[in-house]
């Protein structure tokens, strides 16, 4: 393969950025990196991410929802789009290349045929999405929801930790919810992202780069266990326990989880004990079950067999039991005939055949399978860790995603 100049670092760049982007003032903490939406931080990296798509051969815009978008022409002005991106905002005390990583392998696969000179039939636009991790107000994935065209119900008097609400932030930057429906993309034929693995399953079977078959659906519940509250000398039989009763119920979601170790978990990660005290039995308690699966219909099962098994728990014990479904986010296969153009892409260029990863963790590509075919590439990341400082991937794997897309683009534009 003849390979140009830009081939064997833009890779290397596009992680050298995102530790360049990783410290103040594009982090809102003095150590570390922390993103949040609309904040400082935010403002100060779209400036920087405009500047660098600029040098790229884009045409820069942020959008009504404060996603940033570089546009390279396709061979013709109405040209369709093939779309790069992922999220530019981070957790608190964050890893540098969660979401930053995928924006910036998008900048330099624009860079690479930029520097060539090279047009196609599609144009390319690298997108950047502002809230994704919804880590400063108590929101998700409003970016990629207002690019997919998505209707959305937001109480912009939501506030952060500060007491800022949305609404004011959003005024900040001259944005309001009103025209987020606005920042819908159009005419997009495809959307591509590459993403850290955020798992050890890359990293344990010694391969740089998999596919991802798909993103899990995601469901959560509040389950409220109402008992007797009583003195701690209360004889066992007389009692009605919340607390043994939330116990057993956390042991049994756990070996419900359990049954299928490819694809599902349960979490039960949040219990509170109403006057919980030494010398009192517990009399109400609050937990969250949060359940995850790729396979359509794996998740409603699971919740109805959880559902069922509390139900014959909680009568067995005498505790009055409710249950409230508090999230609902529907999963996204990727598409079958952009992960073969991606396989075929990742072989030729890196030499290794990607395995296919099923993504238990939420990403925009979810949301953007509303909008087109998606696909999505993950690349290794040390030991599976992320949303923590000690995230870390390597160059070269970074290297071979890089050649992965740009192999890939060519595939997609031969294929039209
Ligand atoms: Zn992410």
């Not at 809102?28 to 100060?44: E, I, T, V």
């Not at 696969?109 to 107000?137: M, P, W, Y």
Request: with cysteine; charged share 20%; net charge negative.
């Amino acid at each position: 393969m003849i390979q140009d100049m830009d081939f064997p670092t833009g890779g290397v760049r596009a992680k050298a950025r995102c530790d360049e982007l990783g410290v103040a003032p594009f982090s809102d903490q003095p150590d570390g990196l922390f993103r949040p939406y609309l904040g400082p931080a935010h403002k100060a990296t779209q400036e920087r991410l405009s500047q660098w798509m600029t040098e790229a051969g884009m045409r820069v815009e942020t959008d009504a929802v404060g996603n940033i978008i570089g546009h390279y022409a396709g061979t013709t002005p109405d040209a369709p789009v093939l779309l790069v991106g992922s999220h530019v905002d981070s957790v608190r005390d964050g890893g540098r290349y969660d979401g930053m990583l995928g924006v910036l392998l998008g900048i330099e696969l624009v860079s690479h045929f930029h520097r060539t000179g090279r047009r196609f039939a599609f144009a390319l636009e690298v997108i950047g999405f502002g809230d994704e991790e919804g880590s400063r107000f108590p929101t998700y994935m409003m970016g990629s929801r207002s690019a997919a065209g998505l209707t959305q119900q937001i109480d912009d008097n939501v506030t952060d930790p500060e007491g800022v609400t949305l609404r004011d932030a959003l005024a900040a930057w001259g944005l309001e919810t009103s025209r987020f429906m606005t920042a819908r993309r159009q005419n997009v034929l495809a959307y591509v992202e590459a993403h850290i693995e955020q798992a050890p399953y890359l990293d344990r079977a010694a391969l740089p780069l998999g596919l991802v078959r798909g993103i899990a659906s995601q469901c959560r519940y509040r389950v409220t266990l109402t008992g007797q509250a009583d003195h701690a000398g209360t004889a066992m039989h007389e009692r009605r326990d919340a607390l043994a009763a939330a116990a057993e119920a956390i042991t049994a979601i756990e070996k419900i989880g359990a049954q299928d170790p490819a694809d599902l978990v349960t979490t039960v990660g949040w219990v509170s004990v109403e006057n919980g005290a030494p010398n009192i039995v517990p009399g109400r308690v609050v937990l969250t079950i949060d359940i995850r699966a790729v396979t359509p219909g794996v998740r409603e099962d699971v919740a109805q067999q959880i559902g069922d098994t509390l139900q014959t728990l909680c009568i067995r014990r005498h505790i009055g039991l409710e249950i409230e479904r508090i999230q609902d986010l529907k999963g996204a296969l990727c598409d079958k005939r952009l992960n073969t153009l991606l396989k075929q892409a990742i072989e030729q260029s890196s030499g290794t055949t990607p395995p296919l990863l099923l993504s238990q963790a939420g990403h925009d590509a979810m949301i953007m399978a509303h909008l087109a075919p998606m696909t999505m590439l993950f690349i290794r990341c040390k030991d599976g860790i992320s949303h923590n400082p000690a995230e870390s991937v390597d160059d070269a794997d970074v290297e071979a995603a890089h050649q992965a897309m740009v192999t890939f683009v060519e595939r997609f534009g031969e294929t039209m």
